[in-house]
């Protein structure tokens, strides 16, 4: 989430100054907070979120002492303790960024009682800015007003490297394929390690190379010879993903369409999806199900290239200028006014 909240602050109109209230350690934001570039004024505060009730009373004592004129809540925890505590008549916007019902690494009743909990409080906020058009029809689902319904698309968080290679890779050639985020049951590893061994199987005389770029929680071990990164600076992560043939994104749920998809995107690889209803409508030939085997085929003809520049216009196409720094300024400045 702070990844988002960053492109927030970078793509922000004139005339606004940030307050982020997260939680601190060792007296500091976390490093994620002051990596890349913002163009505004950020203030840091600590939000100490321990416990539910420290959660409440440290979010109203900055509330009491900021006073601000928009209050952002990102993301599904937030949203709740902003929707209960008073804001002091300051704009209340909500960006849940995957409603935490969404999960599916908790079981049903826990999700249901998420379900009932943004139901009862649907109406405890001045707007509802989904991140992309998967989650407006979901939040229209838990009866939010249609009038108060706004999008703030994502945006890349890399810039395109200086160091890109060009698309060689063949049947008789070595195919780097990769995936970028945190180990851990959102991202899917597992999934991403079974294309990973359905490409290899597919593929006897190709030297597929797996590159996980990210971490995890700890220590994480690296399965089936899959080069795990570990933890990369915006900078890092642009020369990565240049070094990939292929970006294969296996999250099991997701808000919009991804960050980490548009990063491969700014950085000019070739993608394939999992189908998820974050992002509805894709063009067959860019999903994980439909798209592989035509993956496959072109490896095995020697005809990735074309391959690739044939994905790539399919994201052209899917994208358009939805997902553009101009497109979320403006939706910014018509959701805090």
């Known amino acids: 989430m702070p990844v988002a909240v960053r492109g927030y602050i970078a793509h922000t109109p004139p005339g606004f100054e940030h307050v982020v209230a997260s939680t601190h350690a060792d007296g500091a934001p976390a490093a994620v907070w002051t990596e890349g570039h913002g163009a505004a004024v950020v203030r ?16 109203r004592r900055m509330m009491n002492t900021v006073r601000p004129d928009v209050v952002h809540a990102h993301s599904s ?24 019902f969404e999960r599916r690494d908790v079981g049903r009743p826990i999700r249901s009682l998420y379900r009932w909990i943004e139901r009862s409080l649907r109406r405890r906020c001045d707007l509802l800015a989904a991140a992309g058009p998967g989650e407006a029809l979901t939040a ?20 395109r ?17 990769g995936m970028l985020g945190r180990w ?55 020369r990565e993903l240049a070094g990939l043939d292929v970006y294969l994104h296996t999250a099991a749920w997701e808000a919009a369409v991804a960050i980490a998809v548009l990063d491969a995107f700014e950085c000019g690889i070739p993608i394939l999806v999992r189908p998820i209803a974050a992002m509805p ?26 391959w690739a520049e044939e994905n790539l216009e399919q994201w052209d196409r899917y994208l358009g200028d939805s997902f553009t720094p101009a497109a979320q300024r403006a939706a910014l400045h018509a959701v805090w006014g």
């Open 44 to 59: 840091h505060l600590h939000w100490d979120t321990s416990s539910p009730l420290k959660a409440v009373l440290s979010l």
């Open 77 to 100: 925890f937030p949203g709740v303790y902003a929707r209960v505590v008073p804001v002091g008549g300051a704009r209340l916007v909500y960006t849940p960024h995957c409603f935490a």
């Open 140 to 159: 229209a689902g838990l009866g939010y007003d249609p009038g108060l319904l706004r999008m703030i698309p994502n945006v890349p968080s890399v810039r």
């Open 161 to 177: 490297s200086e160091e890109e290679k060009p698309r060689t890779a063949s049947a008789s050639t070595t195919i780097t394929v």
């Open 184 to 238: 851990a049951p959102q991202k899917d590893p597992r999934a991403f390690v079974d294309l990973v061994s359905a490409l290899r199987r597919e593929l006897p005389g190709v030297n597929v190379r797996a590159k996980w770029i990210g971490g995890g929680d700890g220590g994480v071990e690296s399965p089936n010879g899959i080069e795990i990164t570990g933890w990369k600076s915006p900078e890092d992560v642009a």
């Open 281 to 306: 409508a894709l063009p067959p030939q860019v999903r994980t199900d439909s798209g592989l085997q035509p993956l496959i085929e072109a490896t095995r003809a020697g005809r990735f290239a074309l």
